[in-house]
């Protein structure tokens, strides 16, 4: 899949493993694990078939967006970013023709806020 960053200054927390270790300490490698299997994944359902991502469409304050697992309490969220955003007939998410996110937040906490 494709990855964009928002704000784009996210992607610099991210540009190699140093950085990731430097900007997310004890989570950088499940940082990096998570932002490699959506680098490497077709599409978001095959994220579906990765227990360890936990990836679920998020509701309230987050509508409209994901989240893989990061740690116990700490998510990547982000958002479909193909245009338009790829919908069933029902209005639902079709998550095998999205091939494109854009990462909003790393290693948040979202049962903080």
């Not at 940082?31 to 469409?57: D, G, I, M, S, Y």
Request: hydrophobic share 35%; net charge positive.
């Amino acid at each position: 899949m494709k990855l964009y960053y928002k704000p784009k200054k996210l992607e610099k927390t991210v540009v190699d493993l140093s950085a990731i270790k430097k900007n997310y300490g004890t989570m950088a490698k499940a940082v990096n694990t998570r932002l490699n299997e959506l680098k490497h994944a077709t599409n978001l359902e095959e994220l579906r078939f990765l227990p360890q991502a936990n990836c679920p469409e998020l509701s309230q304050n987050f509508k409209g967006y994901l989240a893989v697992d990061v740690s116990g309490n700490h998510r990547i969220i982000f958002e479909p970013a193909n245009q338009p955003t790829p919908l069933k007939v029902d209005g639902g998410l079709e998550w095998s023709n999205v091939t494109e996110v854009t990462i909003i937040e790393l290693a948040y906490d979202y049962h903080k806020k």
